[in-house]
């Protein structure tokens, strides 16, 4: 049967194109984008749903917050089946220019958590897949949605400031912080499969003054919808584009 642990699904359970928001609430939202959905299984942080886009089965899942709680829900959807995930969070703007509610396709992750550690040494690179990520780019440009794209700062205690390390990063381009991406990035090239993800800000930590939390949530759920546009219309995209090259491989057997 091969139940696992912690997400509770088992083999036929997902598709093998998933969605992997942090939030449960936000796994809802992206569930009810999707043809047929039906919620699988509920336990602790993990909210799992599967549905179709296409006719194709595709699931989502909720992670949690960090990178602990998302190797978990990661490598378990591995063993059921999932083979390309797109994550669809939130972060925190890190050049001074975005405003909050800017969206932002990560290409990499610098790895300022612990998770990732424990899988590869740190020269190892955080890197998205890159099929995954043109189709993220893809559907922002068919959607006319404006979008930041770049490398991520992945990181694990939230409330801790180093001021010089978030300078430098800045200096050096980084685009948003966040706290999933690195593990899900490094999971994907040593479990061999395609990841992406696609980040609604909520914050940014030069702004001054800082806005009233009351205006960046109102600035963040507006973003948050575009980004679960973008990742429906992504997984279209991959779903036509894994047919076409399944065909083509078909005509030359």
């Given at each position: 049967?091969d139940?696992q ?32 959905a039906?919620l ?12 179709t ?9 909720s ?21 390309t ?6 972060a ?13 396709v ?5 790895r300022?958590?612990?998770?990732s550690?424990?899988?590869a ?6 890197v ?5 990520t ?7 440009k ?27 990063l800045?200096?050096c ?6 706290q ?17 993800a696609i ?42 584009e ?8 078909s005509k030359?057997?």
């Open positions: 049967m139940l642990k912690h997400i509770r699904c088992k083999p036929g359970d997902v598709g093998e194109y998933v969605l992997v928001p942090g939030d449960e609430a936000r796994a809802e939202k992206i569930a009810q984008r999707l043809e047929k039906q699988i299984s509920k336990n602790r942080a993990y909210h799992v749903y599967t549905g886009v296409n006719g194709v089965k595709v699931s989502v899942c992670t949690g917050i960090g990178g602990p709680s998302a190797s978990i829900a990661i490598e378990e959807l591995i063993r059921v089946g999932a083979k995930f797109i994550r669809v969070g939130s925190g703007s890190r050049q001074p220019e975005m405003p909050i509610g800017s969206l932002v990560a290409t990499a992750a610098y300022g958590e612990g998770t550690h424990a899988y040494p740190a020269p190892f690179p955080a998205a897949d890159i099929d995954v043109l189709s993220i780019i893809e559907a922002f068919e959607l006319g949605y404006p979008f930041y794209h770049g490398i991520v700062y992945t990181r694990d205690a939230y409330y801790v400031q180093d001021e010089s390390l978030n300078r430098f800045t200096d381009g980084i685009v948003a912080s966040e999933e991406c690195a593990i899900l990035f490094i999971l994907g090239s040593m479990r061999r499969v395609r990841t992406g980040l609604a800000t909520d914050s940014n930590i030069w702004l001054k003054p800082q806005p009233t939390l009351e205006e960046k949530e109102r600035l963040f759920r507006v973003a948050e919808q575009k980004a679960i546009d973008v990742a429906i219309r992504a997984v279209q995209i991959l779903i036509e894994d047919k076409s090259c399944r065909e083509r491989s030359m057997v």
